[in-house]
């Protein structure tokens, strides 16, 4: 065929195909991710010559030698002490009481938490988890079976690393040498897209099934309970506040606006006396356990990247892809397919690292907006998380409730196809990814 005849016109041997079976068959004997892609580069390294072996430690730290992933640790830790002092829950108290005027009011004050939980954390695992806890016992109580309600939080948690600040946005903008601000500020918009069609396909389920009982309030019962609401809680909205502020405002780099929203919610839990001395170890420990998953596969996938390039790979991808079609439209749709598929077996930071090298030249070759890319990358990524049968949150939200995989997977098929719709959207309409930036990435 012409595109397996374009492929293999950059001359790919087994210093190609070795590292990438290895890969494989690592991923399936269900070794970590991080030796997985360390095994691969290494190899891939060393057969092609691309590296000197006695270089190759040199080339991990330097991978991860840079000031904006220093970013990644402080927004995990401020999300660790958020949930420990007590003060995620406050987002949910004023989630609920924003939503409680309408049925099914608490479905989606838990897509609401979803979204405020990301603006901190930046991680959809994290959110699946802290959220999954507080809200999946209430939901099923509230009359939603707890297969709909597990894939409900794991759908909510997508927005994890769509809603800016995200781990995900930090990553992309060092690999391919892009602002993390610019696009934290490209996302605002597909990011409220998503959370919003998640609200939509919650509340049209809830209007077929009936799910959620009880009567509406009216409007003054409402704006009290919101106003009872906001009084006692209010204090819990500082740190994304800080964030979003510092950031866009141009006041704070990324890595300054997670080191504030550290301080100043260490400083919350200590003056609401719901954090003490005694919580910091195991704090950290919690922490430093999930940035220890994160940054080896970052210092490994670098160089992996790097091998790829040397050996024409992304080259190479765009020869077949364009052999195949010269539609953008088919193209793009062919990308699409393809980070789906991959956030459905893999966590998102392989996955941008490896692919965005790959599929950044396709984009350039089809006359795509760079940022717009970016944005529909991670976004199509998140999606992934929520792809049955193999999504990562379905795994994360049924290790928490110990619900059937197969069960959640079948009721998280509405939101992925709302989801998608909101990724064409992104795909195919500029707009919505670089309408808030200056004109110069327009």
Same mark, same amino acid.
């Given at each position: 065929?012409?595109?397996?005849?374009?492929?293999?016109?950059?001359?790919?041997?087994?210093?190609?195909?070795?590292?990438?079976?290895?890969?494989?068959?690592?991923?399936?004997?269900?070794?970590?991710?991080?030796?997985?892609?360390?095994?691969?580069?290494?190899?891939?390294?060393?057969?092609?010559?691309?590296?000197?072996?006695?270089?190759?430690?040199?080339?991990?730290?330097?991978?991860?030698?840079?000031?904006?992933?220093?970013?990644?640790?402080?927004?995990?830790?401020?999300?660790?002490?958020?949930?420990?002092?007590?003060?995620?829950? #406050?987002?949910?108290?004023?989630?609920?009481?924003?939503?409680?005027?309408? #049925?099914?009011?608490?479905?989606?004050?838990?897509? $609401?938490?979803?979204?405020?939980?990301?603006?901190?954390?930046?991680?959809?695992?994290?959110?699946?988890?802290?959220?999954?806890?507080?809200?999946?016992?209430?939901?099923?109580?509230?009359?939603?079976?707890?297969?709909?309600?597990?894939?409900?939080?794991?759908?909510?948690?997508?927005?994890?690393?769509?809603?800016?600040?995200?781990?995900?946005?930090?990553?992309?903008?060092?690999?391919?040498?892009?602002?993390?601000?610019?696009?934290?500020?490209?996302?605002?918009?597909?990011?409220?897209?998503?959370?919003?069609?998640?609200?939509?396909?919650?509340?049209?389920?809830?209007?077929?099934?009936?799910?959620?009982?009880?009567?509406?309030?009216?409007?003054?019962?409402?704006?009290?309970?919101?106003?009872?609401?906001?009084?006692?809680?209010?204090?819990?909205?500082?740190?994304?506040?800080?964030?979003?502020?510092?950031?866009?405002?141009?006041?704070?780099?990324?890595?300054?606006?997670?080191?504030?929203?550290?301080?100043?919610?260490?400083?919350?839990?200590?003056?609401?006396?719901?954090?003490? $001395?005694?919580?910091?170890?195991?704090?950290?420990?919690?922490?430093?356990?999930?940035?220890?998953?994160?940054?080896?596969?970052?210092?490994?996938?670098?160089?992996?990247?790097?091998?790829?390039?040397?050996?024409?790979?992304?080259?190479?991808?765009?020869?077949?892809?364009?052999?195949?079609?010269?539609?953008?439209?088919?193209?793009?749709?062919?990308?699409?397919?393809?980070?789906?598929?991959?956030?459905?077996?893999?966590?998102?930071? /392989?996955?941008?690292?490896?692919?965005?090298?790959?599929?950044?030249?396709?984009?350039?070759?089809?006359?795509?907006?760079?940022?717009?890319?970016?944005?529909?990358?991670?976004?199509?990524?998140?999606?992934?998380?929520?792809?049955? /049968?193999?999504?990562?949150?379905?795994?994360?939200?049924?290790?928490?409730?110990?619900?059937?995989?197969?069960?959640?997977?079948?009721?998280?098929?509405?939101?992925?196809?709302?989801?998608?719709?909101?990724?064409?959207?992104?795909?195919?309409?500029?707009?919505?990814?670089?309408?808030?930036?200056?004109?110069?990435?327009?």
């Amino acid at each position: 065929m012409l595109w397996q005849q374009q492929l293999n016109a950059v001359e790919l041997g087994w210093d190609f195909y070795l590292p990438v079976a290895i890969f494989v068959i690592m991923c399936v004997l269900a070794i970590p991710v991080w030796a997985a892609i360390g095994s691969a580069a290494i190899a891939m390294l060393v057969l092609s010559g691309a590296l000197p072996l006695s270089l190759v430690g040199e080339s991990l730290f330097d991978g991860i030698d840079a000031f904006a992933l220093t970013a990644i640790p402080l927004f995990i830790l401020t999300g660790d002490v958020l949930v420990r002092t007590g003060l995620s829950r #406050k987002f949910l108290d004023v989630a609920e009481a924003l939503t409680c005027w309408t #049925k099914g009011g608490f479905g989606s004050a838990t897509v $609401l938490v979803c979204g405020m939980f990301s603006a901190i954390s930046g991680s959809d695992a994290a959110g699946a988890a802290a959220v999954g806890r507080m809200t999946i016992d209430r939901l099923v109580e509230s009359g939603y079976p707890r297969p709909y309600a597990c894939a409900l939080v794991a759908a909510g948690a997508c927005t994890g690393i769509l809603i800016p600040p995200s781990i995900a946005y930090i990553i992309l903008g060092l690999v391919l040498g892009i602002s993390a601000s610019t696009l934290f500020l490209a996302a605002i918009i597909p990011g409220l897209a998503i959370l919003l069609s998640i609200l939509i396909t919650n509340i049209i389920v809830n209007r077929i099934h009936s799910y959620e009982g009880g009567e509406p309030m009216s409007f003054g019962e409402w704006a009290a309970n919101l106003g009872q609401t906001l009084k006692h809680g209010w204090y819990a909205f500082l740190v994304p506040g800080i964030i979003f502020y510092g950031i866009f405002s141009g006041r704070l780099t990324p890595t300054e606006a997670g080191a504030t929203a550290v301080v100043v919610t260490i400083i919350l839990g200590f003056v609401l006396r719901t954090l003490t $001395l005694a919580d910091f170890p195991s704090m950290l420990v919690s922490s430093a356990k999930v940035n220890g998953v994160i940054l080896p596969i970052i210092a490994f996938s670098l160089p992996l990247a790097q091998a790829l390039a040397i050996l024409g790979v992304p080259q190479g991808f765009v020869a077949a892809a364009t052999s195949v079609s010269e539609n953008p439209a088919i193209l793009i749709l062919m990308m699409i397919v393809i980070l789906i598929a991959a956030g459905c077996v893999m966590e998102t930071t /392989p996955n941008i690292v490896i692919l965005a090298p790959i599929l950044k030249p396709l984009a350039d070759d089809i006359g795509m907006n760079e940022i717009q890319f970016c944005i529909m990358m991670v976004t199509t990524l998140g999606v992934g998380f929520i792809t049955p /049968p193999l999504g990562l949150n379905l795994f994360v939200v049924s290790g928490i409730t110990g619900e059937s995989i197969l069960k959640i997977a079948a009721r998280a098929v509405p939101f992925v196809f709302f989801m998608l719709i909101v990724v064409l959207f992104i795909a195919f309409v500029p707009a919505i990814s670089t309408t808030l930036l200056p004109e110069i990435y327009q």
